[in-house]
């Protein structure tokens, strides 16, 4: 287990860039934190952008 999941159930790490920008709270098992970590927000929103939060959440799900 790595010290952003660590922090993640603890509280002390911040939320992914898609949360962060989405303004909503990181879940633990939130499906956006391991391709969009905090430290790349940029990332978030130019997939935000062109295939909208809700379409890349389908993806990601279709994905697992």
Do not use: W
């Amino acid at each position: 287990m790595t010290n952003k999941e660590l922090g993640r159930k603890q509280g002390t790490v911040s939320p992914c860039a898609a949360c962060k920008l989405l303004r909503r709270r990181c879940a633990q098992n939130c499906i956006f934190a391991p391709y969009f970590p905090a430290d790349e927000p940029q990332k978030f929103a130019s997939v935000h952008r062109v295939f909208g939060a809700s379409n890349v959440n389908k993806m990601l799900q279709k994905e697992i």
